[in-house]
Structures are given as structure tokens and as C-alpha cells.
């Protein structure tokens, strides 16, 4: 399993949110680049970032940090946030990124999410599907919809996108553990698409408890809070894997 640890861009600085509340924030580095060429010292294979108030606002507001990101570390990088029109995932791609993750659209507008599949390719896709209680939240958390995740996951796997990275929101920033059931249940849901797991994954035993699912398409964790508090180490976790 790979491990991906998380830089959540915010105002310039790296942060972590507590259950996605832009209120309940915590400033970890002022120097992205810095934070990421750390993290590919300490053995990163992917990383994945967010733009925060790109998330908030709708539109990305970190492509250029992001790119200098991407030339520094040369290790594939995934970002989402805010990316709500083609453009935002051209410049993005553009810009030298794996995979853009598509979040609230690929909700409200799968057409769109399948003419972007189409013309960049499922491998450079993600859908970011973030949950509470089983029903998919958009709009950097702060509405939630009346569509179950399984749902959108299977939805997302029909129409050909490589990546899904799931989030229970209830348990982000929280360092509890993931829901192990709702995750086997995106699985399931999407057999064939890459599952990378977000949300309270903060110790090497969770990511073994992901193992144990025996689920063949959990592609990977991402970890985040736990790595800045110095809860774990980036090697801890992998050897988990």
C-alpha cells in the first residue's frame, strides 16, 4: 500500500484542517516546497496535496506553488481543490500533475467527468469522495447531499476514472482510525478503480487494519495530521503497508 503523505495549501502556508473547518486550523510550514522536498528525504513515493481555498472559493488559487511542487520532487504528485471547470484540470495537468481530483463536479456534472476521462485519460482522474455518514459532502464539506458514496463510486468506476480517494469526514484530523467499513464498502463499490483511503489514518496499525480488508484495489492511505504532530513516521507507516 501507498502511503501519500498530505500538504493542504492554505494562504500560502501548509495546514491541517480539523474535520475540514477553515475555522479550526493549524499552521505546520510556510514553505510548501520545503515541506514536500521533506517528505521525498523521508522516503515519499506520491504525495498528495489540496488547495484549500481553491476548495473554498471554487477555483484553484495554488497552481504556481503547486508546479514548483511538482518540478521539485519529481515523485507523482495528485492535487484537487476548487477544480470546478476543464481548464482548471488543463492547467493543472499542465502543470506537470498525476492526477487532478475532481470533487464537487464529478458530482453534480458526470458528464463533464467523462468528457475530461476521455480527453486526458482515466490514469490522470481522480474523484474525491468525501462522506459523512454515508452521503456524499461537496463544496469543501460545508453541504451535504442526498447521494449515498457507494453510489457516486460505482458511478465513477462505470465511467472509466483511474483513482478514487475516499474521505469520511467525520474522522479527518481526528487521528481515531478510518472507517474500516465504509472504506471495504467503496471497494465494493468500485471494483475497478485505485482506492486510496483518507480520513484518521494515523498509525501503523490502521494501515495494517486497511490490509486486512483484503481488498485488491486499496491502492493507498493518506496521512496527514499524524505525520506533522509527530504521532508516526513516514517509514513507520509504509513498513505497515
Not at 34 to 40: E, R, S, T
Request: charged share 20%; net charge negative; aromatic share 4%.
Amino acid at each position: 500500500m501507498v502511503i501519500l503523505p498530505a500538504i493542504d495549501l492554505k494562504g500560502g502556508h501548509c495546514v491541517r484542517l480539523r474535520q475540514g473547518r477553515a475555522e479550526d486550523v493549524t499552521v505546520y510550514s510556510s514553505d510548501p516546497v520545503a515541506q514536500a522536498v521533506d517528505w521525498l528525504r523521508q522516503g515519499a513515493k506520491q504525495l498528495h496535496v489540496v488547495d484549500l481555498d481553491g476548495a473554498f472559493v471554487g477555483e484553484p488559487k495554488h497552481t504556481e506553488v503547486i508546479a514548483r511542487i511538482v518540478e521539485a520532487i519529481g515523485i507523482p504528485v495528485e492535487v484537487g481543490g476548487g477544480l470546478r471547470t476543464d481548464a482548471h484540470v488543463e492547467a493543472l495537468l499542465g502543470a506537470g500533475v498525476a492526477r487532478a481530483i475532481i470533487g464537487t463536479r464529478a458530482l453534480e456534472n458526470p458528464k463533464a467527468l467523462e468528457t475530461l476521462v476521455a480527453r486526458f485519460g482515466g490514469s490522470r482522474i481522480a474523484v474525491g469522495i468525501d462522506a459523512r455518514d454515508g452521503f456524499v459532502q461537496v463544496k469543501g464539506w460545508v453541504e451535504t447531499s442526498s447521494t449515498r458514496a457507494t453510489d457516486l463510486a460505482a458511478q465513477v468506476d462505470a465511467l472509466g476514472v483511474g483513482t478514487i480517494i475516499y474521505t469520511d469526514t467525520a474522522t479527518d484530523g481526528m487521528l481515531q482510525g478510518p472507517n474500516y467499513a465504509a472504506m471495504a464498502e467503496i471497494c465494493d463499490a468500485a471494483p475497478h478503480v485505485n482506492i486510496i483511503a483518507s480520513g484518521g489514518v494515523s498509525a501503523p496499525d490502521h494501515v495494517r487494519k486497511l490490509v486486512s480488508l483484503g481488498r485488491a484495489n486499496l491502492f493507498g492511505a493518506i496521512v496527514g495530521k499524524a505525520l506533522y504532530d509527530g504521532k508516526t513516521t513516514l517509514s513507520e507507516m509504509t513498513h505497515a503497508g
